[in-house]
């Protein structure tokens, strides 16, 4: 089996429009479903092919040994499952009925090409290849061998349906299964927070009895003979920590309001330390250091002292 040759001409060129008018190719693009001129016994000429669009008509051309060129319309079957979305090449079994030469003995040759045309302009050719009578006898099965074969596929598909409507059951009734464990599961996750809860409320109920008995129990209890000095005492107790607590904020307090002014008075140090001359207070120190050693010299302060003294 040959590859086409692939070509791709816009519809006004003139090369494709002698294709067209050579290939008799209806002008709306559609094929031709019917095969003129086929006689009683009829062959099959068939081909691989590669194309890189979807052909909507498919011509055989066939040269018999005598030199007599015959068309017939002919059949592609994509082999791919599935159409790529970018234009790529896609394999083709094309095939078309073409009528036996009775004169023709079964070692005379003949010739044929497929031509196939999409609905954008697009062509293509196979290459010419040649079979023989009796190749072309073999390729192709008779009536009941093709019966045969057609109930056999039939059969296939019968079988093929019930395994899908079989597939197609046992995957709802495994839909079916998962929802209910996903209800299930929902139910169970439930009834676990609601024992959560049951618990809870069981303890609060036990805290809420315990106390209610250790109440009832206070409330029997006669008071002691000392209760009321027991309780001159807690008031007294009461009153000095009153009096403690209100002494500790007014401390807190004034501890807060000499730390506020502390800090407004070095930040006032800082703005006026911002304003001053560096240079000058610098001359005013050194000043201020000679002055303090003429006084040391004058008190006969010695220089040990002066350095506990030294600022």
Excluded at 139 to 161: G, T, V, W
């Amino acid at each position: 089996m040959g590859f086409p040759v692939r070509l791709t001409i816009p519809r006004r060129a003139a090369g494709l429009a002698l294709c067209v008018a050579v290939l008799a190719i209806p002008a709306n693009g559609q094929p031709d479903n019917s095969y003129p001129g086929l006689g009683t016994e009829v062959a099959i000429i068939d081909q691989l092919v590669s194309y890189e669009f979807d052909p909507v008509t498919v011509l055989v051309l066939r040269e018999s040994a005598s030199g007599r060129v015959e068309q017939f319309r002919a059949e592609a079957v994509a082999l791919d499952s599935v159409q790529a979305a970018e234009p790529t090449a896609r394999s083709y079994l094309v095939g078309a009925p073409v009528p036996l030469v009775q004169s023709d003995s079964d070692q005379s040759n003949f010739h044929f090409t497929f031509f196939a045309a999409s609905r954008d302009a697009a062509f293509a050719a196979t290459a010419v290849k040649g079979w023989t009578r009796a190749e072309l006898v073999e390729n192709s099965p008779d009536a009941p061998e093709l019966k045969r074969r057609i109930a056999a596929i039939e059969q296939e598909l019968k079988i093929l349906r019930v395994r899908a409507i079989d597939l197609e059951e046992q995957l709802a009734e495994l839909r079916g299964k998962a929802a209910k464990i996903a209800n299930i599961e929902a139910i169970i996750e439930l009834k676990a927070k609601i024992a959560t809860r049951q618990s809870r409320e069981e303890d609060l109920t036990e805290e809420m009895e315990r106390l209610r008995a250790l109440i009832e129990t206070g409330r029997q209890l006669e008071d002691p003979p000392q209760v009321d000095e027991w309780r001159h005492e807690l008031s007294e107790h009461l009153r000095e920590a009153a009096k403690v607590t209100a002494v500790a904020d007014r401390l807190n307090r004034r501890k807060r309001e000499a730390a506020l002014q502390s800090f407004l008075q070095k930040l006032n140090l800082v703005k006026e330390m911002q304003q001053a001359d560096p240079e000058a207070l610098a001359q005013e120190i050194l000043a201020l250091r000679k002055e303090r050693r003429e006084l040391e010299r004058r008190l006969g302060i010695t220089s040990g002292e002066a350095a506990v003294n030294d600022f």
